[in-house]
């Protein structure tokens, strides 16, 4: 349902969730007021951005923390939807200072803050376990993630005790009555404006 790829300023939206389309009348009406008013009024256009601070909602603070209490053998599972998602995910402190750039400018424009990378949530979630030492491979119909190799050295240097992780095992699981009715497939934003006219740059990306 993206318009195009990547997603520039020029791209055409295409909402998929009531938040979404509410959102469209936040940026229109800005480009409303600077059109008609003369107003100083601008939009960062900003792909999905983390920090510590993310609700636990949000599916790479679902897969951290159920990741973190699989490692400490206080949960068995991750459950999971559609794996195969691509997410365009920047850090927050970088989009804070891309919105302080924009209000730096001569003039008033629209801008994409992105990191021009996109991740699948599978990778994510591959990734993130990686980083506990806890490897898994995601296979099968369902999808499902099985532990493929446990990194001892790695464990031990969290204090995490491999004993109750088990080669084979199935951690996590995709539930496919939970997938979105109506979702994006693919974000991938297109930073080039931010990058030529604020001079931005991203300090954190997610590299695969
Ligand atoms: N929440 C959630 N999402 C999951 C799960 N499994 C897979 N996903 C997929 O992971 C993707 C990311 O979901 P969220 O982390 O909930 O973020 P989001 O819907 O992309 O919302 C973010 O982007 C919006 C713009 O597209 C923003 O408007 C919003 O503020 C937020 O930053 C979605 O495609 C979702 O289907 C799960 O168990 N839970």
Redesign the pocket.
Known sequence: MVQAVPQSETTPFYPR?P??AA?MYAYWITVNYREAYDMFACNGILF??KSPLRGE????R?STRAEAKIALALQKFL?????A?Q?DWGHAKDCIEAMWLILQQERPEDFVIAAGITTT?RDFVRMSFAELGIGVRFSGKDENGVIIGLNEELLNQYGLRSDKLFLCSTIVHVDSK???PA??DL?LGDPTKSKKKLGWEPNMILLP
């Open positions: 969730s938040y979404v959102k999905n951005h909602t949000f599916v790479t679902i459950y999971l939807s559609n794996l998602v997410r949530v939970c997938f979105r979702d994006v974000l």
